[in-house]
């Protein structure tokens, strides 16, 4: 079973920074792309950022300019980088795998809880 294992989650103050990182059990050479998910109380699950097999970069918009995705294939590890966070980054914040090969599927980690209150 592949896991997916989020960190680096924790309370922070406005303006703050965050670097969130996901450990992979897998390839993600192997997915389609990797995905930042969060969601808030009473709110739906959100795409955050995501980045494509080719190295294409995509932000929610509310986020752009301040958040940055990489990720670092020998280790099968995917950052998030928040900067100048803001209370409405308050969510659970979610790694998603879209694996292709052997097969298609995707994959959710548990999640790691960002707070950004003063």
């Known amino acids: 079973q592949v896991q997916l294992v989020e960190s680096g989650g924790g309370l922070v103050q406005p303006g703050g920074s965050l670097r969130l990182s996901c450990e992979v059990s897998g390839s993600i050479a192997s997915t389609n792309a990797m995905g930042w998910y969060r969601q808030a109380p009473g709110k739906e699950r959100e795409l955050v950022a995501e980045?494509?097999?080719?190295?294409?970069?995509n932000y929610k918009d509310s986020v752009k300019g301040r958040f940055t995705i990489s990720r670092d294939n020998p280790k099968n590890t995917v950052y998030l980088q928040m900067n100048s966070l803001k209370p409405e980054d308050t969510a659970v914040y979610y790694c998603h795998a879209d694996f292709y090969y052997p097969i298609n599927f995707g994959s959710w980690g548990q999640g790691t809880q960002v707070t950004v209150s003063s």
């Open positions: 980045i494509t097999s080719g190295g294409s970069k």
